[in-house]
């Protein structure tokens, strides 16, 4: 087994007023040669906008972008004539392709908008760009790692890519075995919230592990805990 670890304090922090952002990865104004990607997983920003504040319309091409709100409503708008406002149990996914438009603002006047920004390289570019929003609550049980994306239709959500994503909710001192979908992958455990004990490490709040060459591995809360597991290639 293999791993790297990312720490919530190391990571690339701005503060742009109404954007406060961390960048696990390499991105925009944050330059770290030693933290460009994992795999195929290669952008996760853990974004807060202010009320009624947002990023205005920007381009995107040939990567898969996973939005996943923990606060609020956050409302999307693109060149291929979508628009929805999704809030924490909803998942945006985009396939940019050969290319899109798009926004995404704060959709609250008072409340302030905390999501994830996840880009993962796509197996084949140029694709005709897709945009999809899903509703994961159904599939989310209390103290089980829940897929709620993957590449082969058994999900609501997939990606072009040999990816997996899971997220769950588990009880202090609950334990559960991650076995990979593919030979070759990795998996990248972010803590969104509590402290979870695996590959011989402790993880607090906001920090990230990678784990690779390996067939599974054993995952601990050791708090209450709201974990996300990204599966990709290497």
Known sequence: MKKVIDRASSRGYFNHGW????????????????????????????????????FDTHPHKNMEVISIPLKGYLRHGDSVQNTKTITP???????????????????????????????????IENTKPEYNNFDIRPLLKPNELSLFISPNGKTPASIKQDAWFSMGDFDTERTIEYCMHQEGNGAYLFVIEGE????????????????WDTKSFSIRATKGTKLLVMEVPM
């Open 19 to 54: 954007l406060k952002t961390h960048h696990t990865f390499s991105f925009a104004n944050y330059y770290n040669p030693e933290r460009i990607h994992f795999g195929a997983l290669r952008v996760l920003n853990d974004d807060s906008v202010d009320p009624s504040m947002g």
């Open 196 to 211: 979870i004990s695996v590959a011989d490490e402790h993880l607090a709040k906001r920090d990230g592990i990678g784990i």
């Open 89 to 123: 149990g909803d998942i945006q996914v985009m396939s940019t392709g050969s290319g899109i438009y798009h926004s995404e603002y704060n959709d609250s006047k008072e409340e302030q908008l905390e999501f994830l920004q996840i880009w993962v390289f796509p197996r």
